[in-house]
């Protein structure tokens, strides 16, 4: 099941050396992390990044290794803005000139960079945003200016107080005309005493929801007064700007200025399925421990792990995890293919990519945070304690329903992907990849379910066809009630929360579908596909009913732990006293207690001044 979850042998591997090599260096310890101050962690997160560098560079880490040491250190830091979004930015727009420039500083960490694309006053809008760039061909320069409060740039990661660079996105104005969004590399700080440049403003935006947490990231806030920058700066793939100010389109399409988001949602889709799996692994790891109740006959208590209600709760969140994460694996194939074919200024699967995408990200992220509180609740008291790492697990992952676009914006990026596709089969016109099924809408429009008991229900062409119709029957119905409204845009506002679950419905078919495919695979190992089989079945039908799912779910029970055991985490990385490998759960509980700064003494710090005052006091009207 190992090999299922990473995707092979080799990747078993080399998480698990990458995993060791972290969870053995005492730099990256984390278990004290939610008892730093924000200065303290923040000082640690700097540490533990250039730890990490050194690491990378003395053991000649690959590519791969070195993430997945980045993924196991596990808090979130400049770092990820700057591998994660500051390098594929200059990648997917920059021409190869820039790329060669930049990327040569940046791959060998000399300059340290950003993507500061969202401003105070707009982020889901992109083209809402002020921030001007404006060409000045006397000086052959841009004028990079933020005009008001609202434009001034706001959260972007590391910008606070450690990134040297920054792709930032503003209007570019040149020959009096506005040509909207474009990307230009800026250069922050002195690269000599890490001083902000002449003209801008720097600062980070505060805390954040949680101890811990998101709070090890320095997002930022700047603004910009008339700070000028080389016109080779604008990263000019996808337009130009000539020496004498002419704007020049590129051939490719302008929604490629979209592409660093498509990437990282992408990536965020891998995130969420690990971050869920780390809930349920504790939940259920720790179900196994927790006991409460005996038999009326005075018989041994109850592992919590076998109230029925517990496994209804917890197991389509175990069955979620995996689907998540071979929905990813495929997500991860699809955005190389679209890439090698963009490569051949092939655009034609750019919109699917951009649904796919969108809405995968969506959907996992909110279902992610969701599972997460609720593993908190499973898991009783303790899960409240920090030391059972979940507040932080929650709280960092959060975010992840509204960074990198919100859950809702992007839905009905989907929904609006998907009314063009029902008008185009209703003109005719196959639709192919992902929304192929819409095709089939004869016989999906009228289509009655021949499934009658538990074992029809795990038959994978019964259940896809139940989600094909569900998906399709909702589309369609919006489609035509947005086709009675006065005009296709107060429809589709009329109609956006029907919309929404129209989009969210597409993509589970999706999700059920890349699980049903894994299915089919050679998968190796005795009794790894049935298991694969059933977690298929719970997740597919806790979507659609709850009933009927009792006894797939005491087929899963005998082997819910060796089934987090196979996400393969180690106690390090897990970071819960609730979900040690080794199920001590009470001690690790009693041992974390004693670590917090309130018990360093014994008499707390306050007592003469507040309390013991007020307990004289007492004492004394008590006595009057
Ligand atoms: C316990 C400790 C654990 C620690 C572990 C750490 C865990 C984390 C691990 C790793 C870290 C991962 C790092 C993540 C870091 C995240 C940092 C966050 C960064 C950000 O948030 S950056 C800012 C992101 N901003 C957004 O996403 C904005 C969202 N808005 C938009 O994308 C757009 O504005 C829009 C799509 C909503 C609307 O666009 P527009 O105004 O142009 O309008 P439309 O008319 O709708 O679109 C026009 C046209 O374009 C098509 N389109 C839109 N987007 C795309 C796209 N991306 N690609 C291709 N095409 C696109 C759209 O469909 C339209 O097409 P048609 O005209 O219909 O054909
Ligand atoms: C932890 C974190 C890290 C981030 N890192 C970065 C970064 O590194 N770089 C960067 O540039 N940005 C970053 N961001 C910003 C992030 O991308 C934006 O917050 C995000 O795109 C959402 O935009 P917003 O905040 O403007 O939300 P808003 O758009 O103001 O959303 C508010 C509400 O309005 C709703 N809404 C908005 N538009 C519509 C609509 N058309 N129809 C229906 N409902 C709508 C939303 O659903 C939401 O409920 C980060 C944000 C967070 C929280």
């Known amino acids: 099941m190992k090999v299922a979850w990473a995707g092979s042998r080799h990747a078993v591997e080399v998480a698990d050396r990458m995993a060791c090599l972290v969870a053995s260096d005492p730099v990256f310890r984390k278990d004290t992390r939610t008892m730093l101050s924000r200065k303290e962690l923040f000082k640690d997160t700097l540490k533990k990044a250039a730890h990490a560098w ?8 690959t590519e791969e290794e070195a993430n997945l040491l980045r993924l196991y250190i596990d808090q979130p830091g ?4 700057h591998w994660v979004m500051f390098v594929p ?18 791959y060998k960490f000399q300059i340290i960079g950003t993507y500061a694309q969202t401003e105070l006053g707009h982020g889901s809008n992109v083209q809402g945003l002020e ?4 060409f000045d061909p006397s000086t052959d320069e841009f004028i990079m200016h933020s005009p008001t409060l609202t434009s001034s740039k706001w959260w972007p990661g590391g910008l606070g107080k450690t990134s040297t660079h920054a792709v930032v996105y503003a209007r570019l104005i040149t020959e009096g005309k506005d040509y909207g969004i474009h990307g230009f590399i800026m250069q922050l700080r002195s690269l000599d005493d890490h001083s902000p440049l002449p003209g ?37 793939r996808l337009a130009q700007v000539t020496r004498e100010g002419k704007y020049v389109h590129s051939d490719v399409p302008k929604q490629l200025l979209y592409g660093t988001m498509v990437y990282v949602r992408q990536t965020i889709v891998a995130d969420a399925s690990r971050a869920l799996s780390r809930a349920v692994c504790i939940a259920v790891r720790y179900g196994a421990i927790r006991k409460q109740f005996g038999s ?28 998540f994460r071979f929905v990813g694996q495929w997500l991860k194939w699809l955005y190389t293919d679209v890439t090698q074919k963009l490569e051949s200024k092939d655009f034609s699967t750019l919109p699917e990519a951009h649904a796919c995408t969108a809405g995968l990200k969506s959907v996992t992220t909110s279902a992610t945070a969701d599972a997460i509180e609720e593993c908190q609740k499973l898991c009783g008291g303790h899960g409240y304690l920090n030391s059972s790492g979940l507040p932080e697990l929650f709280a960092v992952n959060l975010p992840a329903c509204t960074y990198e676009g919100d859950n809702v914006v992007l839905l009905l990026q989907v929904a609006r992907f998907l009314m063009k596709t029902v008008s185009q089969v209703a003109s005719g016109k196959q639709p ?33 066809e139940v989600f094909e119709a569900r998906a399709l029957r909702m589309a369609v119905n919006c489609a035509q009630n947005i086709s009675k409204a006065p005009s296709q845009e107060e429809g589709f506002s009329e109609l956006s929360p029907d919309l929404v679950e129209a989009a969210v419905a597409h993509v589970q078919l999706i999700i059920v579908t890349k699980f049903i495919e894994k299915l089919q695979e050679d998968i190796l190992g005795h009794g790894v596909k049935e298991q694969l089989q059933k977690l298929c079945g719970i997740y597919a039908l806790h979507l659609i009913h709850n009933e009927r799912l009792g006894k797939l779910y005491a087929q899963v029970r005998p082997n819910a732990v060796a089934l987090v055991d196979a996400f393969d985490y180690t106690d390090h990385y897990l970071g819960s006293a609730l979900g040690r490998y080794d199920g001590d759960v009470y001690s690790a509980l009693y041992k974390e207690a004693w670590k917090d700064p309130l018990n360093e ?20 009207l008590s006595r009057l």
């Open 131 to 134: 921030t001007t760039a404006t």
């Open 296 to 323: 009326k006959a005075g018989g041994p208590e109850t592992q919590v792990l076998n109230y029925k209600t517990q496994q209804s709760r917890l197991f389509p969140f175990l069955a979620s995890a995996y689907a």
């Open 54 to 61: 050194k690491r990378t560079v003395e053991l000649h880490l």
């Open 89 to 106: 930015a200059i990648k997917g727009q920059g021409t190869e000139e820039q790329q060669k420039k930049w990327l040569t500083m940046a």
């Open 200 to 236: 801008i403003t720097i600062g980070d935006i505060g805390g954040k929801f949680g101890s811990g947490a998101y709070n090890s990231m320095d997002n930022g806030v700047m603004r910009l007064d008339h700070v000028r920058i080389p016109r080779d700066q604008m990263l000019m």
């Open 432 to 464: 192919v990849g992902t929304t192929a099924y819409m095709g089939n809408i004869q016989h999906l429009m009228q289509c009655k379910s021949v499934v009658n008991t538990v074992e029809d229900w795990l038959n994978p062409a019964a259940i896809k």
């Open 601 to 620: 003494t014994v008499v707390p710090d306050g007592y003469q001044e507040h309390l013991r005052p007020l307990l004289k006091q007492q004492l004394k």
């Open 78 to 81: 400049y770092v990820d803005l």
